[in-house]
């Protein structure tokens, strides 16, 4: 085994922008909006530099796909402790279509040629909330995967992950590769330290490199905004509720 | 903060059910959004702009909850200081090799602008903590394990510094202190002190500089003042009598001290000047909110072209304070000839002016501006003193014409 953990970070836009969409439709305002690493990946980088603090794994290798921008987040990944960078440019057009089966395929070939032990993803990022590309990648890696992660513990080869899932918490044991996507209660992100911000390893890879075709099968049709939401109805009796409800065909 | 949060803008997370812990949820912290004139990152390095978001993130994290608790309650909050310190805030501009984190005076004024948006009061102390550490170099002050205060004023003597009487004799291997400081932050709470006192002749060549441990013999303090703002901070009188401080104590050589003291005071100008940076750069954020949601005359304040002139008077002048503080910190960094001046004027100009633009978005907030619910007026009262200390701005024109008018 090599001790090598990737973690993968998506640059989006941050938590707090009121997001806008573009007057044409075709999507979101991201020009001089403010942009940090997804709040997951935070979470993702934290457990993976935990394991190396508790010395299961030797090293933690940040990778990101994104236009130059996407440096920015590889480098705050490197001030949480993260050893390395790994920056697959993916720029323009591309860019824009680059979706989870794109980036799994991506990371799939990352983990074979960095020969990586595991595999640390958010578990969605908070522009698309697609909640697929850890899934993807354990699929075409054929690897185990433990999702929803809200506790990781290494046993020997073997991984000991707790599952939020609908029902409550599921506890399972997976073999080693495996990848896993953090959920919110997994750990608390550490802040980056000054020192740390001024270590800069970063590798720069591109796609064609890994032999991965990005190209994607889906088109955005149309961007909208939710619509507004309307005053609400009080009503006087719980008969009345029930009577408004199956009228608005809702039960 | 939950009034402030009333006003502020609901935080969008797209349709995700993210929720961290840690981020408080009532109000956007300053500075994220689109980046818009005001922004504090332009102009800056990569490398710098990574310090600007840990500062503004520990700033809106671990400050910004508890800004109003420790004014009120008058709180010196040690562990979120310590927790700064780990992050390598505790010494800023001190070298890494005594432990500090060797970065710029730029950086230094970026990371304190930021921080300030979190609590005034105790940046402004953090940054006194760092200019006492850049003097020594040593006693764990970049770790925060002890803190430090910086003793010049005295009752007798605030803009004629070197009129000082606290007197230091030399007996045999110790120093003698006898005298009284004023006014001195962190006074009675802090661990180290830099006390400059007469050991020679009148004037300012007969002036050293010694280091004071707390617990030493003869060093009393007076009762913890009340202050209009700056509570976050202990203010105390510093009672020397018959103290003996060892000699090896002493800090340069004997009539270096106001050297010593002018030298610090450089750095120390710049890092209050973006305090105030800061705290404008919060107020100016908290109005633009305000005057897109409060309505009167039936459309929103931000309508109104009187109120759109007026914040757009605030932010010309915070970003003109802003340049003029980071030229002075460039100035300094590289020793250049304008830099005293530099340092003069860009504490002059943004304490000024930054307290202005604090003023002026409390008017924007009417009545609820004077609610100690809202923030906007612990910015005023905290950066109010920043045109009275570390020289007051009377002083800094002196050293501004003096520089203009003397003969060379």
Known sequence: MSGRVLVG?????????????????????????KHSMNPFCEIAVEEAVKLKEKKFIKEVVAVSCGPQQAQETIRTALAMGADRGIHVEVTGKDYDTLGPLQVSKIFAALAKKEDAQLLILGKQAIDDDCNQTGQMTAALLDWPQGT??????????????????????????????????????????????LPNIMKKKIAQVKPADLGVDITSRLEVLRVDEPPQRLAGVTVETVDDLVAKLKESGTI | MAAAGALGRIVRLGSSLCRKQRFIFTRSPPGRGIASCVDPAHGLTDEQKEFQEVAFNFAANEMAPNMAEWDQKEIFP?????????????????QPDVGGTGLSRLDTSVIFEALSTGCVS???????????????????????????????????????????????????DHYILNGSKAFISGGGDTDVYVVMCRTGAKGPKGISCLVIEKGTPGLNFGKKEKKV???????????????????????????????????????????????????????????????????QFGETLSNNQYLQFQLAEMATKLVASRLLVREAATALQGNRPDAVS??????????DECFNICNQALQMHGGYGYLKDYAVQQFVRDIRVHQILEGTNEVMRMIISRNLLTES
């Open chain 2, 78 to 94: 040690v562990e979120t200081m310590r927790k700064a310190a780990q992050l390598g805030f505790g010494g800023i501009y001190v």
């Open chain 2, 122 to 172: 105790t940046t402004a102390y953090i940054s006194i903590h760092n200019m006492c550490a850049w003097m020594i170099d040593t006693f764990d002050l970049c770790s925060m394990e002890k803190f430090a205060s910086y003793c010049l004023t005295e009752p007798g003597s605030g803009s004629d510094a070197a009129s000082l009487l606290t007197t230091a004799q030399l007996k045999g």
């Open chain 1, 148 to 193: 929803f992660a809200s506790e990781v513990s290494l046993e020997g080869d073997k991984i000991k992950v707790v599952r939020e899932i609908d029902g409550g918490l599921e506890t399972i044991k997976i073999n080693t590769p495996a990848v896993l996507t953090a959920d919110l209660r997994l750990n608390t992100p550490r802040y980056a330290t």
């Open chain 2, 229 to 295: 703002g700056w509570n976050s901070q202990p203010t105390r009188a510093v009672i020397l009598e018959d103290c003996a401080v060892p000699v090896t104590n002493r800090l340069g050589a004997e009539g270096q001290g106001f050297n010593i003291a002018m030298k610090g005071l450089n750095g120390g100008r710049i890092n209050i000047a973006s305090c105030s940076l800061g705290a404008a750069h919060a107020c100016v954020q908290l109005a633009r909110d305000h005057l897109l949601v409060r309505k």
């Open chain 2, 342 to 351: 530099l340092c003069s004027m860009a504490k002059l100009f943004a304490t």
């Open chain 1, 9 to 33: 970070v998506k640059r989006v836009i941050d938590y707090a922008v009121k997001i806008r969409v573009k007057p044409d439709n075709s999507g979101v305002v991201t020009d001089g909006v």
